[in-house]
């Protein structure tokens, strides 16, 4: 025979007990208690259970003080019923409370817990003694905190079906993890069932876990496929512990046109027309081709699959051809001509993390220009530079950012490691390590805090020409506002080693505009002993974003040290 001992049965059985009590106790006379004794305990000693009686001998016998023993002994947890009654002794009365014993714990069964914890961790948590009397309230107590633990740890359909005990005194604990009938999606015209469920840690026949589906759904914002995502549970059956996750989503854009021109004085008069598709026919795979002209033009396309052939693994490739008109520090003009490509392999890692190994490759030529004809020892199509750049890059990222355009809370990280050699077929030798985090939190209402460090350490082992292609840049729209590329442009010196910090408070005024206030530090050093926090350039200012078809435009007015100003025009987000 089982005895139920479902939560909350303690309340019920208590209840019952105040009245039986209260019946034994309006039945005898107002005497003194000359003894109290237990009776019916073969395990619990008398001792422990007297230490919740406060009626003591001499007292008259009372029937609130009574019934309240009654219930101190019933909430020790060790007993399922608890009389009292009363005989004659020396002149008064000797106060006899009567227990029943739950059974002895011989053996604690569990089913339905595998799919959330074992057997080992639920006993851990029960903290039940086996060969000892079984105690409810203790029981109850760590069931409940077993139950706070499911929902805590994202299993918010979990439930006990059942818990009893037999008098043979095997406990039996029946657990409803809750399951995933299936996962529906509505509104995806375009964009393919597989490219959304794999985003989603998640499937039919799993145990539902709210923290895997608000993970999935970060996962899917940050594809910025969608305009507006809107997750609901959905029950199966009336009696069941079932449900179907529908997913109601609306499809954005996501193929774009850019186009545009400008001057700055590092690259002169640019102009550039970028077309490009993050979600090619509806697939999930990015492919980009540019093409910029002006004293730079150059001719781009990039691809990326994130999960190649079905797989975790993420492939990516890019090419290139870029053709830029230069002049020395001694006014001669010459034109650099880069090809090159990389190719990129990728794995995600537990935590969030994602590794992934690229190779890169880049032909470099630099030859004079025919308007130096009249210099000495200077031949118009003479070659007087030919690098071939050939490394090796391990990286290392995390994206917790909770939306990918404008991110409120989480981080990106990105450590990389890159070397290059001629044990790899070129004739730049470097090792180039980066670091660049970046945090988010919420402001003032919807106001945005946005931070950014970035680290980059360069080991030039050779001086074979070209390296001044690996400098750190450092000044523009991209990293010190305020400042000019140029300004940190150097003659006798390469950049091999930055550090830069971004702060910027974020405002959203509407859907299409959101105003930034921002502070900028950074510099480059040649050499790593060097680098110290007080050589660092500071620049501050505010500037506007824009959403359009396009993209997210961007312009910022940023005054240096110098509290000289100047105006940076971009396109897409800071950091």
């Known amino acids: 025979m089982r005895k139920k001992l479902f939560l909350g049965a303690i309340i019920v059985l208590a209840a019952l007990l105040f009245f039986t009590g209260i019946t034994a106790a309006q039945n005898i006379p107002i005497d003194e208690v000359t003894k109290i004794t237990v009776d ?59 227990v029943v014993e739950n059974p002895v714990l011989e053996e604690i069964e569990i089913s339905g817990n595998e799919p959330i914890y074992s057997r080992d961790k639920i006993i851990e948590i029960l903290d039940l003694e086996l060969g000892a009397v079984l105690n409810v309230k203790k029981m109850n107590k760590n069931l409940k905190s077993l139950q706070e633990k499911m929902q805590n740890d994202g299993y918010i359909l979990a439930r006990f079906k059942d818990v009893n005990i037999s008098e043979e005194g095997v406990l039996t604990i029946d657990i409803s993890p809750g399951y995933l009938a299936d996962v529906k999606i509505k509104g995806n015209t375009k964009t393919d069932d597989k490219v959304i469920l794999r985003e989603i840690p998640i499937t039919a026949g799993d145990v539902v876990n709210i923290n895997k589906i608000q993970k999935g759904f970060q996962n899917l914002s940050r594809l910025g496929y969608f305009v507006n995502l809107n997750p609901t549970l959905e029950r199966v059956g009336t009696e069941g512990n079932t449900v179907n996750l529908v997913i109601n989503l609306e499809e954005g854009k996501t193929g774009n046109l850019k186009f545009g021109g400008g001057y700055s004085s590092s690259d002169g008069l640019i102009g550039f027309v970028d077309v490009s598709e993050k979600n090619l026919f509806g697939n999930g ?18 691809f990326y699959e994130p999960y190649l052939w079905d797989s975790d693994f993420s492939f990516g490739f890019s090419i290139y051809d870029r053709e830029t008109d230069r ?48 210099y000495n020892d200077v031949v118009e199509g003479n070659t007087f530079s030919d690098n071939k750049l050939r490394s090796i890059t391990l990286s290392f990222n995390r994206d917790t950012s909770n939306n990918r355009f404008h991110p409120t809370s989480g981080s990106i ?110 510099n480059v050093w040649e050499e790593r002993d060097s680098i110290s926090l007080n050589d660092l350039y500071y620049g501050y200012g505010l500037g506007v974003r824009m959403n359009t078809p396009v993209g997210q435009l961007r312009l910022d007015y940023g005054w240096n040290e110098d509290s000289d100003g100047q105006l940076h025009f971009s396109i897409g987000n800071t950091f």
Request: proline share 2%.
């Open 285 to 302: 795979q990015n492919i980009g081709v540019k093409w910029q002209f002006g004293d730079t033009t150059t001719y781009s396309l990039n």
């Open 40 to 98: 019916g305990n073969q395990y619990v000693s008398d001792f422990e259970i007297l230490t919740a009686v406060t009626t003591e001998v001499g007292d008259q016998t009372d029937q609130e003080s009574l019934r309240a023993d009654m219930q101190s002994i019933f909430e020790l947890g060790y007993f399922s019923d608890v009389n009292i009654v009363f005989e004659n002794y020396q002149g008064g009365l000797n106060v006899i409370f009567e």
């Open 413 to 522: 990280n990105n450590v990389s490691f890159e070397n290059a050699g001629d044990f790899l077929g070129g004739n730049m030798d470097f090792t180039k390590i980066q670091w660049d985090t970046r945090r988010y939190f919420p402001g003032f209402s919807d106001h945005a805090w946005a931070l950014r460090m970035k680290v980059g350490l360069s080991d030039p082992r050779t001086d074979s020409g070209g390296l001044e292609n690996e400098e750190y840049d450092l000044g523009g729209s991209d990293t010190l506002r305020g400042y000019d590329r140029s300004d940190f442009d150097f003659e006798d010196r390469y950049n091999n080693d930055l550090l830069l910090f971004n702060v910027e408070y974020r405002i959203p005024f509407n859907d299409s505009f959101t105003g930034v206030l921002f502070t900028d530090a950074g």
């Open 327 to 374: 002049t020395t520090f001694e006014d001669l003009d010459y034109i650099k001509k880069s090809k090159g490509g990389s190719i990129s392999l990728g794995h995600p890692l537990p935590n969030d993390w994602r590794t992934s190994l690229r190779y890169r490759i880049e032909d470099t030529e630099e030859t004079w220009d025919e308007t130096n004809l009249n």
